[in-house]
Nanobody, 124 residues
Framework: QVHLVESGGGLVQAGGSLRLSCVDS????????MGWFRQAPGKERQFVAA????????SYTDSVKGRFTISRDNAKNTVYLQMNGLKPDDTGTYYC?????????????????WGRGTQVTVPS
């Protein structure tokens, strides 16, 4: 069973940083690809970053490359999203997700398990 809980969101000024965490209380975290998505008000959910089960590969949407870093600690059942240089366009609810698939998963439809999200707000 997979149960994901995000934390670390908040209000931060443009240019600031946040680190999001997502903990899985299940027993299969270490073998699952993980991803982060975000949804701004009135917009569709958007892929942000993904990581393979063993951290050998990552992927990012173009708008966050060079600013965000996804990582994981399988011993802690936790995936992280370090966000630097935050911009107002980064505002939204951030969700972590776990997949039953292998490899690097970037499509939201290929994720079966989702957290409830954590809010990130960067005022303009």
């Amino acid at each position: 069973q997979v149960h994901l809980v995000e934390s670390g969101g908040g209000l931060v000024q443009a240019g600031g940083s946040l680190r999001l965490s997502c903990v899985d209380s299940g027993r299969t975290f270490s073998v699952r690809p993980m991803g982060w998505f975000r949804q701004a008000p009135g917009k569709e959910r958007q892929f942000v970053a993904a990581i393979t089960w063993n951290s050998v590969a990552t992927s990012y949407t173009d708008s966050v490359k060079g600013r965000f870093t996804i990582s994981r600690d399988n011993a802690k059942n936790t995936v992280y999203l370090q966000m630097n240089g935050l911009k107002p366009d980064d505002t939204g609810t951030y969700y972590c997700a776990a997949s039953d698939r292998g490899g690097l998963v970037v499509q939201s439809r290929e994720y079966q398990y989702w957290g409830r999200g954590t809010q990130v707000t960067v005022p303009s």
